[in-house]
T-cell receptor
Framework: AQKITQTQPGMFVQEKEAVTLDCTYD???????LFWYKQPSSGEMIFLIY??????QNATEGRYSLNFQKARKSANLVISASQLGDSAMYFC????????????FGDGTTLTVKP | DAGITQSPRYKITETGRQVTLMCHQT?????MFWYRQDLGHGLRLIYY???????DKGEVPDGYVVSRSKTENFPLTLESATRSQTSVYFC??????????????FGPGTRLTVL
């Protein structure tokens, strides 16, 4: 079974609008961490935001926030006030307590911001 | 240079040859990882290491060998390269904490082509 599922291969958003990128995960662990990374067309991988399974508040980092719904096993990334520079591939990832430190990535969502 | 570096950045080789991709990090992070990213897809874990002299298989280890004699280096060797190993290879590192949920820092990637 896919541990991380990103159901949106591609998304479009108008500049200055907000956009939500979906991520659902599958784990039997009670303790785990969820991550979002950005990969621009230049290819590097950039860490954006982290959510721990025991965190009661949704994580926020500037224009990025994580909509964490534990019961539904979803960890959606919300980007507010989209900018042209947000056009990139976005990956959701998970590290589980039982995984001894290794992580699993989803297949990614390509976001295109329109001017 | 501070951070995490990979060499070479680009490599073309022939089927059956042995190839070694180098990864070096200056942070003394405990964890190091090797991923491959095939065109248009997410990252798949090849091998990871929790500390020097400790390595473990990831999702797609066949055809690859790793070693970690020093904390800062984590070379990946393709013993006998095949065309299916044409990919972009990313090395990453992360700190160790009680939960092992620290974010990963990625190298710039090595684009490998096997003819």
């Amino acid at each position: 079974a896919q541990k991380i599922t990103q159901t949106q291969p591609g998304m479009f958003v108008q500049e200055k609008e907000a956009v939500t990128l979906d991520c659902t995960y599958d784990t039997s662990d009670q303790s785990y961490g969820l991550f979002w990374y950005k990969q621009p067309s230049s290819g590097e991988m950039i860490f954006l935001i982290y959510q721990g399974s025991y965190d009661e508040q949704n994580a926020t980092e500037g224009r990025y926030s994580l909509n964490f719904q534990k019961a539904r096993k979803s960890a959606n990334l919300v980007i507010s006030a989209s900018q042209l520079g947000d056009s990139a591939m976005y990956f959701c990832a998970m590290r589980e307590r039982s995984g001894a430190g290794k992580s699993t990535f989803g297949d990614g969502t390509t976001l295109t911001v329109k001017p | 240079d501070a951070g995490i570096t990979q060499s070479p950045r680009y490599k073309i080789t022939e089927t059956g040859r042995q190839v070694t991709l180098m990864c070096h990090q200056t942070w003394s992070h405990s964890y190091m990882f090797w991923y491959r990213q095939d065109l248009g897809h997410g990252l798949r874990l090849i091998y990871y290491s929790a500390a020097a002299d400790i390595t473990d298989k990831g999702e797609v280890p066949d055809g690859y060998v790793v070693s970690r004699s020093k904390t800062e280096n984590f070379p990946l060797t393709l013993e006998s390269a095949t065309r299916s190993q044409t990919s972009v290879y990313f090395c990453a590192s992360s700190e160790s904490s009680g939960t092992n949920y620290n974010e990963q820092f990625f190298g710039p990637g090595t684009r490998l082509t096997v003819l």
